[in-house]
């Protein structure tokens, strides 16, 4: 069964500190891997998207690094600011489906 | 705006009601998605549609009914449903079926059966 759990489910931080979300998933044969954020009420944004040939992928303040083979993926935020506050998900690809995990609950405090 | 509507954004309905969530996409794709996204659990999926036939069913109960008469619309038709369906209802959509395409998703119909 293809599981994913992320770490830790919530984290409450003060603005201007650097963090890491991690997300781990059972089965490895994945074809990409997305995180996305999810803002209270609201569907989700796509943040970036890593194919299962990469090993990181930037944007701006984010950068998610992937490593297949163990299942693992982690994504950094510099620097985070109170709109960052959201919920964070991690979702392997494999096949026609995105598989997600519960998410990381982030609040970043001014 | 993601270019991903979907209508209502709320909804309350009974157990013997029947009703429709309504999903429209602007950008052109051409595959189509329902999730669920109960509280306290990851976000499931529902129905894949791929230029408007349906290539996944993720063993979803048959008192949801998935229908896409074209690449733009999906509809979810409810009825019978239970008090445990309550949930966000989310719809997205990607270039293409296949893998490396970024899903887009709607904002979600909040769904509540008394």
């Known amino acids: 069964k293809q599981e994913v759990t992320q770490i830790p489910a919530a984290l409450s931080v003060p603005e201007g500190e650097n963090l890491v979300l991690n997300c781990s998933f059972t089965?490895?044969?994945?074809?990409?891997l997305q995180w996305f954020r999810q803002d209270p009420g609201k569907g989700l944004t796509s943040l970036l998207l890593?194919?299962?040939?990469?090993r990181e992928q930037t944007s701006g303040r984010l950068n998610a690094s992937l490593d297949k083979s163990s299942g693992r993926s982690t994504l950094y935020i510099a620097a985070s600011q109170p709109g960052d506050s959201a919920t964070y998900l991690c979702?392997?690809?494999?096949?026609?489906?995105?598989?997600f995990g519960a998410g990381t609950i982030l609040r970043v405090k001014s | 705006e993601t270019g991903v509507t979907q209508t209502p954004r709320h909804l309350v309905m009974g157990m013997t009601n029947k009703k429709s969530l309504k999903c429209e996409q602007h950008?052109?794709?051409?595959?189509m998605y329902w999730y669920k996204q109960s509280a306290k659990k990851p976000l499931e999926l529902m129905f894949v549609y791929s230029l408007e036939e349906r290539v996944e069913n993720n063993s979803v109960p048959s008192r949801f009914s998935p229908e896409c008469p074209n690449s733009s619309h999906l509809f979810l038709h409810l009825h019978t449903l239970q008090p445990e369906d309550s949930a966000l209802y989310l719809c997205?959509?990607?270039?293409?079926?296949?893998?490396?395409?970024?899903?887009?998703f709607g904002a979600g119909t909040r769904l509540s059966v008394l």
């Open positions: 979702a392997p690809e494999y096949g026609n489906k995105l598989v």
């Open positions: 089965d490895s044969a994945i074809y990409n």
């Open positions: 997205a959509s990607s270039q293409q079926l296949l893998a490396k395409n970024i899903q887009y």
């Open positions: 890593i194919q299962s040939s990469q």
């Open positions: 950008l052109g794709h051409n595959a």
